[in-house]
């Protein structure tokens, strides 16, 4: 039995971006990533020294005893780095985990429901798409006190549109596709529907979508630790790059490596979504 | 095979490939003489359309010519740089793409884009240009330039944008025409006016045209020469009789075993309905199983399915057929309650779909099942086959666990695929693969009627028959009713036994497959039939066409009177004045009705 | 924002935005309920803080005039409705409230930081737009070329670097290292006289701040550039203006840009939360004398008021700056106009 077949997808190259090695970059971001978590579980472990204890000289430069060098007190950078990996990757998953409960049944729902629940559902979510995260973080931290838990909610609060809106365009589109109005046909009902058709095709963006909001949401958590205004009794990569700008003529170490554990835990997030998004596009 | 001293084009040995992976295109030599029309025909993925891109140098992506050369007035092309290769394409070479609407930059206006090459290249004022534009999408028939030239490509018809390409082709006058599936995604009569007007351009201009299709029957209407490849190598070449009359090939003649007679007696399918046959003669006084009545569907306000009547017998088929848009799919969805629009009366075996309570209305539903035009979007892709085919069982609690699994690997068996497959997710499986699916998945709850929506227009045509033998096959061990929406006619002609012909929403005529397809008494019905492509090159010109001129009017500002008048070829002053009945003339046990005042004389 | 079918995910084909005039009318109404929802979100933060909402803003520190300034602008002698129709009153007729510790009306204190912020904002949209497009449509044209391989490796680097890292880095490098650029503040200490060396001495401190939060920017934009462009330069209508015999540049730029620069609109456009937020965080680094700094030392001394001030303005420049997106939305994409 032969079967040829009008395989539109024969020729679509359906990524923008260079080929090239795709699979390696996926890897190496899974590498990068897992790295730093790696980091941030096994801190108690991998810290050499208790990151708040002064155990060397003031502002001494990267050594065989001290990898990334001292701050100013004579506290070992590298155990500060280890532990702030819990920090970041706690507030970033946290975060983005609310994100993706919030936002994907959101997304699925307005998609599904369609006419005047998507109009309700996407009215509210433009209009938290429009509050300034940054801001709005910080007006809360002016008015409640910092604390890891308020960065979250808020972050959170201002981060599941992105996810609602990406999922509901895709739940827009799987929609029209025959299998969805196949299953509603044979008499599905919605939440049959929701369930078996919908879900495991929109549970892999997601993901996606999980990954690239775990990194952003790092990058912004840093910059309010950075200004001063993270959680006061954790230890963040932010708070130590922002000890660091006063010495940045003295001790460059001291702004430079918190600042590169952030840069290569989201590069790998992004390297990772990145890759996983292109399969999916392509797969689909 | 002619010999003529100087070919326009010759490929010898053409090679493509895409990187890393075995060639695509493996070693094509074809040759195209002035004045010439060259069927390229093949199945889909056989390496057509690569090999006419890379002609022109457009090779997608990743795709590149490993070797050969490519010849055009004895001039090399492969390798060739940039510059040469402009001054050839749309000068000497134009292209028609496949589908019509990605061709067109979605944001320009449609006359612009016709003239764009002729304003850059040859330095005309844009007024000039436009005229030029206006000219040439008249030369094609497109209707009323002056209106819809300065419109964007999605607010014209398919089959005008098919023509906006045509004229964008010929802008700058090429002795070379390359026409990539140029009707696949049209109707018949729309296939039938631009087969007429390519065949115009070529006669009028000693055009070339090399025409790339799966489908044997535009070639038959065409070309002279064919040739046939397969997997990326050519199988066979050959005069266009010769073709018909002795394939050589195994690729050749499993594209002409697909093919359906357009005419003489209809097919082995509806008459592989055996027994259960007879139920559909109306003979029987007994209640129809579907018994659709003043069936009207609303979209907005605007209704698109006006008044239908129709009645399927236990057992019988039925086919739908029309111009795409004209309401059939329309129809079948309402028949499932698919249609939030929909008013009227739909008795399934007694009961009324669509004033059925919800509860009652998901029985009915086990009760008719859909097969999908698009067996790449009705299977869930990130659902196993065996999932698929059970899901049905499920959602109507007649089976689960155990014996659903058991189920559907007996429907497996029932359409021809290994058991294996259950465990397969969709794009594991080829376009036809999928359809048996979905035929499956349909069947797994022993429904009574089963509605075909354009059951294998996104098949090849290769594949068809196959798929139709199976169906009868099945139709005959279980016994359901068929009722199959299509604008194909030679599939109704095959699959069905009678037929409803719609138009606006309506339905102009109806009646047993026989009497309508070789006496048709509706104008529109005529046209349909006249324009599908003769059976074979010899019968070329024989039968008299009647080209359908312009689209199909829209739903919200239906012509007065009798609804096809604006585009029937015999309208008299009084079709406008009032909407003909759809009456059979005299008393009859097997009626055959049509909605005209001055029908086709029988023959 | 608009609502365009699949611009979520951009990857599936032949959707049509149904965006008409009307519906860009409507936008422009609905500005009024979405500012409105932001002053009610700020309204019931101050009024959730904890303890007396006028000890949340105004400390304690025993001021009582000040405490009574406070609670004649929140007027939280009445009931709770009131109280919102009153602050809203008050933010309408531009009354922001007073800053205890400068003493001075808060629109006031911020209007006079907006010209510095605007500056290197503005500075930085546009040389990230450009720069950015530029560097997509180059790697774009030398696809899977050098250029197109480093372009992504650069950028992706940039996208993941925090933008404090970027300016001490840059710090390192460029000021203290090869010191070329100054790194602090908007003005050198010893006056300039005439206009143009004052310019010139602005410009040449803005250099740096304006470099790091453009690098910030341009990944964004070059990557997104890059994406669509690429995935219309895949395209049938492409290759059919190609096949007229048209160039390369010309279908580039002339067909493929037109729609791809949609995305790039709305990207640049729907990310000014983002760039203000850069902007504080750059501002502090170089001690550049905007909005980021009178934020920084504002929350520092528990001034509320600004910081309120400041939110409710950012908040307003998302709104606008959507809104412009959305209608140069409408003016480059005609099916919008043909609507």
Redo the contacts between chains.
């Keep these: 039995m032969d079967e040829g077949s009008v395989d539109r997808r024969a020729h679509v190259d359906v990524d923008g971006f260079p080929r090239g090695p795709r699979i390696g970059r996926t890897r190496a971001g899974v590498v990068l990533a897992g790295a730093t978590l790696l980091l941030g579980i096994g801190a108690p472990w991998i810290a050499p020294y208790d990151p708040h204890l002064i155990v060397g000289p003031s502002l001494e430069a990267p050594s065989a005893t001290h990898w990334m060098g001292t701050d100013a007190l004579g506290r070992d950078l590298w155990s500060g780095v280890v532990w702030g990996a819990r920090t970041s990757w706690m507030v970033g998953l946290a975060t983005a985990l609310l994100t993706a409960l919030l936002g994907a049944p959101v997304g699925i729902a307005a998609g599904l429901g369609g006419g005047r629940t998507d109009d309700l559902l996407m009215r509210g979510t433009e209009f938290f798409q429009t509050l300034p995260r940054f801001f709005l973080a910080i007006l809360v931290i002016a008015l409640f006190g910092a604390g890891a838990d308020r960065i979250v909610l808020v972050l959170a609060l201002t981060s599941w549109t992105g996810t609602a809106r990406v999922v509901r365009s895709e739940v827009l589109s799987l929609r029209e596709h025959d299998f969805v109005r196949a299953a509603r046909a044979s008499g599905a009902s919605g939440m049959q529907i929701a369930a078996g058709e919908i879900l495991p095709n929109v549970l892999p963006l997601v993901t996606v979508l999980f990954g690239l909001a775990v990194g952003r949401v790092m990058l912004v958590e840093a910059s309010l630790s950075f200004l001063g205004l993270g959680d006061p009794s954790l230890l963040s990569w932010g708070a130590l790059a922002g000890q660091g700008q006063a010495f940045l003529r003295s001790a460059w170490w001291l702004a430079t490596f918190p600042g590169a554990a952030i840069a290569v835990s989201v590069l790998g997030l992004n390297l990772v979504g990145d890759g996983l998004n292109r399969r999916l596009e392509s797969s689909t | 095979m002619t010999d003529s001293a100087s070919p326009l084009l010759r490929l010898e040995d053409l090679s493509v490939a895409f990187d890393g992976r075995p060639a695509a295109v493996d070693g094509v030599s074809l040759r195209i003489d002035p004045g010439e029309v060259v069927g390229l025909v093949g199945?889909?993925?056989?390496g057509k359309?690569?090999t006419a891109?890379s002609i022109?140098g457009?090779l997608?992506?990743?795709?590149k010519i490993t070797g050969g050369s490519i010849r055009y007035r004895g001039s090399e092309l492969v390798g060739a740089d940039?510059g040469t290769l402009?001054?050839?394409?749309?000068?000497e070479i134009?292209?028609v793409?496949q589908?019509p609407?990605?061709?067109?930059?979605?944001?320009?206006p449609v006359e612009h884009?016709v003239v764009?090459?002729l304003a850059?290249?040859q330095g005309r004022s844009p007024k000039r240009a436009r005229t030029e534009a206006r000219s040439l999408l008249d030369r094609v028939h497109a209707p009323d330039p002056e209106t819809w030239g300065p419109?964007?490509p999605?607010?014209w018809s398919g089959g005008m944008r098919q023509r906006a390409?045509l004229a964008?082709?010929m802008?700058?006058d090429p002795a070379l025409l390359i026409v990539d599936e140029p009707t696949t995604a049209l109707d018949v009569t729309l296939q039938a006016q631009i087969l007429s007007d390519l065949e115009e351009l070529r006669s009028r201009r000693d055009l070339s045209i090399l025409l790339i299709t799966h489908d044997l029957g535009v070639v038959a209407e065409l070309a002279h020469r064919v040739v046939v490849m397969d997997r990326g190598r050519i199988v066979e070449t050959a005069e266009i009789e010769e073709i018909f009359d002795s394939p050589r090939a195994g690729a050749t003649r499993?594209l002409l075993e697909g093919r359906l007679p357009a005419s003489g007696a209809s097919g082995d399918v509806a008459d592989a309905g055996g027994p259960t046959r007879n139920a559909g003669g109306g003979t029987t006084p007994a209640a129809p199983l579907l018994d659709v009545r003043e069936l009207t569907v609303r979209i907005g306000d605007v209704p698109v399915v006006e008044s239908v009547d129709l009645r399927l017998p236990r057992g019988g088929t039925l086919a739908l057929v029309g111009e795409s848009g004209c309401g059939k799919s329309t129809i079948a969805?309402a028949l499932?309650g698919?249609e939030d629009g929909a008013s009227g009366h739909v008795l399934l075996g007694g009961h009324d779909v669509l004033a059925a309570p919800p509860q009652r209305?998901?029985?009915i539903?086990?009760s008719?099942?859909?097969v999908?035009?698009?067996?790449?979007?009705?299977?869930?892709?990130?659902?196993r086959i065996g999932w698929?085919v059970e899901?049905?069982l499920r959602?109507?609690r007649l089976a689960g666990g155990v014996e659903a699994r058991r189920r559907a690997l007996e429907l497996l068996d029932r359409v021809?695929l290994p058991r294996s497959y259950a465990r397969r997710y969709p794009?594991e499986?080829?376009?036809?693969?999928?359809q048996r699916v979905?035929i499956a998945?349909a069947l797994s709850?022993e429904p009574d009627l089963l509605i075909l929506d354009e059951p294998f227009s996104?098949?090849?045509a290769?594949?068809r028959r196959?798929l139709l033998k199976l169906l009868g096959e099945l139709r005959e061990d279980l016994g359901f009713a068929c009722l199959l929406v299509s604008h194909d006619l030679s599939l109704v002609r095959a699959a069905a036994e009678r037929v409803a012909v719609v138009y606006l929403g309506r339905i102009v005529e109806e009646g047993r497959i026989g009497a309508v397809f070789s006496s048709p008494r509706h104008p529109y019905t005529a046209a349909l039939l006249s324009a599908v492509p003769v059976d074979h090159p010899r019968d070329r010109g024989k039968r008299r066409r009647i080209i359908l001129e312009g689209d199909v009017p829209s739903p919200a500002s239906r012509p007065s009177g009798c609804e096809f008048r604006t585009r029937c070829h015999k309208t008299r002053p009084e079709c406008s004045t009032r909407l003909p009945p759809l009456d059979a003339p005299g008393p009859t046990s097997d009626p055959h009705s049509f909605r005209c005042f001055f029908p086709v004389q029988g023959r | 924002m608009l609502r365009l079918p699949g611009r979520g995910t951009l990857r599936r084909r032949g959707t049509v935005p149904q965006v008409t005039r009307r519906y860009l009318l409507l936008r422009v109404v609905q500005i009024v309920p979405t500012i409105l929802g932001i002053v009610l979100i700020s309204f019931v933060l101050v009024q959730a803080a904890p303890g007396d909402p006028v000890l949340a803003l105004a400390g304690e520190h025993g001021d009582q005039a000040y405490y009574r300034e406070m609670r004649r602008h929140f007027a939280l002698d009445r009931p709770l409705p009131e109280r919102f129709g009153i602050y809203v009153s008050r933010l309408a007729t531009g009354d922001l409230g007073m800053s205890r510790i400068q003493g001075r009306p808060v629109a006031v204190i911020i209007a006079e930081r907006i010209p510095a912020t605007l500056l290197l904002t503005v500075s930085a949209l546009l040389c990230s737009s450009l720069a950015g497009l530029l560097l997509g449509i180059v790697a774009t044209l030398r696809r899977d070329g050098a250029v197109d391989l480093v372009t992504d490796m650069v950028t992706l680097g940039l996208h993941a670097a925090p933008v404090f890292w970027v300016g001490q880095i840059s710090i390192l490098v460029l000021a203290a290292g090869l010191g070329i650029f100054p790194v602090f503040g908007m003005r050198s200490t010893e006056p300039q006289a005439g206009g143009l060396p004052a310019a010139l001495d602005v410009l040449v401190h803005l250099a740096l701040p304006a470099l790091v939060l453009t690098s910030q920017q341009l990944a964004g934009v070059a990557r997104v550039t890059r994406q669509t462009l690429g995935r219309e330069l895949d395209r049938d209508y492409v290759r059919a203006a190609l096949a007229k015999g048209l160039p390369r540049g010309y279908v580039v730029v002339r067909h493929a840009l037109r729609l791809a620069l949609l995305p790039v609109v709305t990207l640049v456009g729907h990310r000014m939360g983002y760039l203000l937020g850069g902007a504080v965080v750059v501002e502090t680094i170089f001690g550049w004398p905007g909005l980021g700094t009178l934020l920084l030392s504002s929350l520092q001394s528990r001034d509320a008021p600004v910081v309120l001030g400041i939110f409710l303005l950012a908040a307003g420049a998302v709104v606008v700056a959507n809104l412009v997106t959305d209608l140069t939305y409408g003016a480059l994409d005609p099916r919008v106009r043909h609507g």
């Design positions: 199945r889909s993925g056989s359309t690569l891109l022109l457009l997608p992506r990743g795709a940039d402009r001054g050839i394409r749309g000068a134009g292209l793409f589908d609407l990605s061709a067109l930059h979605p944001a320009l884009q764009e090459g850059w290249t419109r964007l999605h607010e390409l964008m082709a802008a700058r499993f969805r499932v698919l209305l998901r029985s539903r086990r008719i099942q859909l999908w035009q698009d067996p790449f979007a009705s299977l869930n892709p990130r659902r698929a899901r049905p959602i109507h021809r794009h499986l080829s376009g036809g693969e999928r979905a998945r709850v996104a098949l090849d290769a594949l196959g």
